[in-house]
Each structure stands twice: as structure tokens, then as C-alpha cells.
């Protein structure tokens, strides 16, 4: 059984901190990685998108991929009170695969 | 910003009756996507299409769900005979030109079958 897993917290962290976001994934076979952010009762919205190794920045945002150790992070820098939001990780084989979701982090930025 | 559309937004149902949801994809998307998402539960795949015919499908895909692209534009999940436990979000995704594997999503349906 392919699995993704995450912390559900809640993460609750402080406006203008950093928010360290993690996933595992059980499958050797996944290829790309995703992090989505979900407002509650909305559909996931694309955050970042990851499939080397190393580390992919875009604006407040930086995911890190380790194959190796099956591991995903998502790194918020100065969290602001709108980031608050469930944040969903997903792993695929690649292509037009399905994306197998983890359960999600629920992340609170306070002021 | 082309976006993926669906509809009805909520859908209520008695137990039994059958449902079809409705999706546009993003014109000029190639592979359609069904998840759902029970509340407070994770987001879980249901089944892939390409092509005018199912790619994949999960073990919640039985035979009281079926697929359709009836035109050019619309991507259907049909329930024939809905369950109390079919009440959950609706989520459709698709995927565009080749060599991209971001999935886009819908807004969803949320189904409730009383």
C-alpha cells in the first residue's frame, strides 16, 4: 500500500515565523511531489511542485526533496495569518499518474 | 486564467437515488481526474481517464460508479445508486500538454445523501 504521511498538528506558529511543514512517502517508486494548500471546504490549490533532490524556492515558499530518506519538507518564511490553511502533500509515479495524498497538516498563524 | 469548473457546488440526495456530477476541464487538457475527500479524511483518488476510457481506477471505483465525456468539454462521475457513505467532496482535476504532471483542480461538489 502506497502511503504518504504527515503531522496533522495543528502547526501553530507565530505572524513572521517560519512554518517547517514534513511528509513521508512509503512508495520508492514516486517520482514527483506536491504540496497543496486547502482552505476548509475548498479543493487543493497548487503551492510547489518538486522532483529532484535538493532544495526549490519560490517566493515565500522552499520545498525540499530527499529521495533517500523518503522525505518532503515545506518551508514557510514570514507566515502571515492568511497561510493558515491545511497543507496537503502528495506523491506520484510521474507522468499522469494519480496523486496519493497524505492527510494533511493543519498550519495556524496567529498575529 | 483558465480554471477547472463543476457543478452543481452541492448536491443533496436521498439514499438510493442516482447522482451524476458534472465537470469542465480546462480546454485542451488530456487526462481527467476524480477524487473525493470524506470530512475530516484525506484526499483519495477514484479514477483516471484518457482518451475517451478509464486509465485507472481505485478500489472505490466500483461498479455503482462510471465515468463519461460526453462532448468536448464535459467529464461526468456518474453514482447510480448513491450510499450514505458517498457523501463526501468532489474534487476534478486534469492535466494538460505533454511533459507537465500538474494536476489542476476543481472547486468540487459536495454530496450528501440523506
Known amino acids: 500500500q502506497k502511503e504518504v504521511e504527515q503531522n496533522s498538528g495543528p502547526l501553530s506558529v507565530p505572524e513572521g515565523a517560519i512554518a517547517s511543514l514534513n511528509c513521508t512517502y512509503s512508495?520508492?517508486?514516486?517520482?514527483?511531489f506536491f504540496w497543496y494548500r486547502q482552505y476548509s471546504g475548498k479543493s487543493p490549490e497548487l503551492i510547489m511542485s518538486?522532483?529532484?533532490?535538493g532544495d526549490k524556492e519560490d517566493g515565500r515558499f522552499t520545498a525540499q526533496l530527499n529521495k533517500a530518506s523518503q522525505y518532503v519538507s515545506l518551508l514557510i518564511r514570514d507566515s502571515q495569518p492568511s497561510d493558515s490553511a491545511t497543507y496537503l502533500c502528495?506523491?506520484?509515479?510521474?507522468?499522469?499518474?494519480?496523486?496519493?495524498f497524505g492527510a494533511g497538516t493543519r498550519l495556524a498563524v496567529h498575529p | 486564467e483558465p480554471e477547472v469548473t463543476q457543478t452543481p457546488s452541492h448536491q443533496v440526495t436521498q439514499m438510493g437515488q442516482e447522482v451524476i456530477l458534472r465537470c469542465v476541464p480546462i480546454s485542451n487538457h488530456l487526462y481527467f481526474y476524480w477524487y473525493r475527500q470524506i470530512l475530516g479524511q484525506k484526499v483519495e483518488f477514484l479514477v483516471s481517464?484518457?482518451?475517451?476510457?478509464?486509465?485507472?481506477k481505485s478500489e472505490i471505483f466500483d461498479d455503482q460508479f462510471s465515468v463519461e465525456r460526453p462532448d468536448g468539454s464535459n467529464f461526468t462521475l456518474k453514482i447510480r445508486s448513491t450510499k450514505l457513505e458517498d457523501s463526501a467532496m468532489y474534487f476534478c482535476?486534469?492535466?494538460?500538454?505533454?511533459?507537465?504532471?500538474?494536476?489542476?483542480f476543481g472547486p468540487g461538489t459536495r454530496l450528501t445523501v440523506l
Open positions: 482535476a486534469s492535466i494538460g500538454r505533454e511533459g507537465t504532471d500538474t494536476q489542476y
Open positions: 512508495d520508492r517508486g514516486s517520482q514527483s
Open positions: 518538486i522532483y529532484s533532490n
Open positions: 481517464f484518457y482518451n475517451n476510457e478509464i486509465s485507472e
Open positions: 502528495a506523491g506520484s509515479g510521474g507522468g499522469y499518474n494519480k496523486l496519493i
